[in-house]
């Protein structure tokens, strides 16, 4: 979902399915197991009306801030959406910890609230968002970046930003239980919450299944 | 019984011999936790020289119960129960980001009386959180009377979110559209009655507990954390304000009806533990005001909740919500491929993040100052392990 | 348990105070003072019980924010001898089992209660304790406590008010009162 110009493409690929999927979605609640796959695509004509909602006009703030990071990271810089008080932009993993060096040291987004990551099996990635605030400049105080970037899923590695910014520490030490991500450079790459004789896949990979679903 | 000259001959034979004390046999690793009185669903390693903590390491999770991943599977709305029992005491709070940001996927608008009454659920809320962390505070500095009174005085503030909301304390009252039912008739009578009882109070536990110079010798400056830290560590809630930096969701990024409140942001700045355990209070004071005015601007009538479809859900997409929780900010990234479920939900919590100032304060302190260090932190395990 | 006994006698004399054995002779001396006493004194003592019930300090998940209610002033358990012992779990002769037992937390349960002086009683307070609850399917939460520790008294709810805690506890003091000392 962060790459919106792939989603248009889905609904090519079931156009038969809106009006029935529509109905039958309620109905699909009891059979649960297989749950996951068959709504995916009754969802998707949906998604093809809002996004130009979204569009039109971007917070003229926040694109400033936008443009200032281009202007020093050129094309490097993806923008995945920009909205009122909400900014996410891409980079390349090799390129995250100079961004992150340039936002804290120039913009002055001086905390990391918290590190989400998801995987995506789909497209063999994990994604990893750092979410940036500032505490010190008050016109930012409202705003939350999201630095992201996507790594392979067989074997995930991402340079940590611990460096730039301290308040990730245990952010990445869950991340990397959780979804197995190793941050090159952290000191502590272990277990963090769950129990120390945990022997299976890292529980937020989407392969793993929790019990009866 | 052997004699002391087998022993020692004894010892011998093993190979045992005296040993000049080294710098590593000094140390002491000491284990906190769980089961200890001073800590809760949480257990931390420290190492003392002497009486002087010179190591500490965090050991969470044991009460880590997999919200995140059992979101994947619940739709919307079946995620409401679960997800506020992390923090069942304020639990008005923990689904309120997650309301926001579930409406932000989906596209609702909260009609304004619900909204109203949100924000006071949240407020009460806050009080009832607040008052039991002082209950503990005060258990673990052995003041049973500061135990007892705001147990005692939270009991009210409960009994008026039970008229609310139907249930003591894990409410499930915010939903996504706005909350679940409407005022009880006397209701903004009963909270103005309770809030002026209150805020009488209020003044006797400065007295008791606050102004007590046993307290404060055990409180001021202990555990200083200075703004620059509080700020690179990105500490958050009462512990941040207590460092100098005047941030609360609330002011920062108003959501709901909160820019129409007049409040101001109480901070401190000096950064020590009296100061972290005084802005709570502060704020609690600050509630008082703000459910006040909820009260007087709020709409008489009106829906309170908007008509939501019987399985929500929006385009994809993902949203990333936070409101002012007792505890600091609480925010919710929710991640939407267009099915009544979510993606990917992560929960980011104050607690969490202030966990990482713990090892950073309690070095260099003494033993006995690590209570009140630690349960200043306003620290809930159970909700830094979700 | 008779013919090792004569078997073990014969041999060698020095073998009824040795420590293996001794263990076996206190339980056998403990077997018969109950039985003499149960009859005159066992009322007595399991009065002495009752309303002195040392819960351990281990909280296990959310339902320690209802218990440490129940302590306060309104609902007071200290009226029926809970007082939370803040002290060792060597005094202490019951656990509440406050909610969710999480993998992690289940060892230390266990090693909580070995600890433990006989006689000891446990209460599985909550839905998460009796059975999952909530967390039924979470993958770190055990499916009830009782595969980890006898449970005495199940109190349900999620979390359950003051008032069912305090219900739990008169039925534990019923059960008590009915059983021999042991």
């Not at chain 1, 995930?156 to 990397?176: A, M, W």
């Not at chain 2, 039970?162 to 304390?169: D, I, P």
Request: charged share 25%.
């Amino acid at each position: 979902m962060s790459d919106n110009k792939e989603e248009p493409k889905k609904p090519a690929a079931a156009p038969t399915k809106p009006s029935t999927a529509k109905t039958t979605a309620p109905a699909a609640k009891p059979t649960t197991p297989a749950a996951a796959k068959p709504p995916a695509p009754a969802a998707k004509p949906a998604a093809a009306a809002p996004p130009p909602k979204k569009e039109p006009e971007p917070p003229a703030f926040e694109k400033g801030l936008v443009d200032e990071i281009k202007k020093k990271f050129g094309d490097s810089i993806k923008t995945v959406f920009i909205r009122p008080r909400r900014i996410k932009i891409q980079v390349e993993p090799h390129d995250i910890t100079e961004v992150a060096t340039f936002l804290r040291d120039s913009m002055g987004l001086d905390h990391a609230e918290s590190v989400t990551g998801t995987d995506y099996p789909k497209d063999g990635q994990i994604e990893v968002t750092y979410h940036l605030g500032s505490y010190s400049r008050e016109d930012l105080g409202a705003h939350v970046l999201s630095l992201t970037t996507r790594t392979n899923r067989d074997d995930p590695k991402l340079p940590t930003l611990i460096n730039v910014y301290k308040s990730v520490e245990y952010h990445e030490r869950e991340t990397f239980e959780m979804l197995g991500v190793y941050f090159e450079g952290h000191p502590r790459n272990e277990r963090f919450l769950l129990p120390e004789d945990w022997a299976d896949i890292p529980p937020l990979r989407k392969d793993f299944r929790i019990k009866g679903r | 019984m052997t004699s002391l000259d087998e022993k020692f001959e004894e010892s011998k034979r093993l190979g045992l011999q005296i040993v000049k004390e080294s710098e590593e046999d000094r140390l002491m690793t000491l284990s906190v936790g769980p089961q200890h009185p001073g800590s809760g669903h949480f257990r931390f390693t420290i190492k003392v020289d002497g009486d002087y903590i010179v190591y500490c390491d965090p050991d969470p999770g044991y009460v880590h119960r997999g919200e995140e991943k059992m979101s994947e599977y619940r739709n919307f709305i079946q995620n409401i129960p679960h997800l506020e029992r992390p923090v069942i005491h304020d639990s008005t709070n923990i689904t309120y980001s997650y309301s926001l940001a579930v409406e932000e996927l989906v596209g609702i608008e909260v009609p304004r009386r619900g909204q109203y009454i949100r924000a006071i659920a949240s407020e009460l809320n806050r009080q009832v959180y607040t008052l039991y962390w002082l209950a503990i505070y005060g258990i673990f500095l052995g003041h049973s009377t500061m135990f007892m009174w705001p147990t005692g005085d939270r009991e009210l503030f409960i009994d008026l979110l039970e008229a609310l909301t139907g249930a003591r304390v894990t409410h499930a009252f915010n939903i996504p559209g706005g909350v679940r039912n409407d005022m009880p008739d006397g209701f903004k009578d009963r909270c103005l009655r309770q809030v002026k009882y209150f805020e009488k109070r209020l003044k006797e536990y400065e007295d008791i507990f606050y102004n007590m110079p046993l307290f404060r010798q055990r409180t001021e400056g202990v555990g200083v954390l200075t703004k620059e830290d509080a700020i690179k560590l990105g500490v958050a809630g009462s512990v941040l304000r207590a460092s100098g930096v005047p941030y609360d969701i609330r002011k920062a990024e108003p959501y709901d009806i909160y820019n129409e409140i007049d409040f101001k942001v109480q901070y401190m700045k000096t950064g020590d533990s009296f100061a972290r355990s005084y802005v709570p209070f502060l704020d609690m004071k600050e509630s008082c005001n703000i459910i006040r005015q909820l009260l007087d601007k709020m709409p008489q009538s009106g829906e309170v909740r908007a008509k939501l479809q019987p399985n929500p859900k929006g385009p994809p997409g993902e949203a990333y919500r936070r409101v002012e929780s007792g505890r600091g900010a609480l925010g919710y990234h929710i991640i939407s491929d267009g099915t009544p479920k979510p993606y990917r939900v992560k929960i980011s919590v104050g607690s969490f993040r202030n966990m990482l100032a713990l090892p950073f304060l309690l070095v260099g302190q003494k033993l006995a100052d690590m209570p009140s260090v630690y349960w200043s932190l306003n620290y809930w395990p159970v909700e830094a392990d979700r | 348990m008779r013919k090792k006994q004569q078997g073990g006698t014969a041999p060698v004399k020095k073998e009824l105070v040795s420590p293996t054995t001794f263990n076996v002779y206190v339980s056998k001396l403990s077997d018969v003072l109950v039985k003499a006493l149960d009859a005159p004194l066992g009322y007595a003592i399991n009065w002495g019980r009752i309303w002195s019930l040392w819960p351990v300090h281990l909280e296990t998940a959310c339902c320690s924010v209802e218990f440490g209610a129940a302590s306060g002033p309104r609902y007071d358990v200290e009226r029926f001898g809970i007082i939370e012992a803040f002290g060792s779990l060597r005094q202490c002769d019951l656990i509440v089992v406050q909610g969710t037992v999480t993998r992690k937390m289940a060892p230390r349960l266990r090693m909580v209660y070995d600890q433990m002086p006989e006689p000891k009683y446990v209460i599985a307070m909550g839905a998460c304790a009796i059975t999952g609850g909530l967390y039924i399917d979470s993958y770190n939460v055990l499916p009830g406590v009782d595969s980890i520790v006898p449970v005495d008294v199940y109190v349900p709810g999620c979390p359950p008010r003051p008032e069912t805690l305090i219900q739990g506890t008169m039925l534990l003091q019923e059960k008590i009162k009915r059983s021999k000392i042991k």
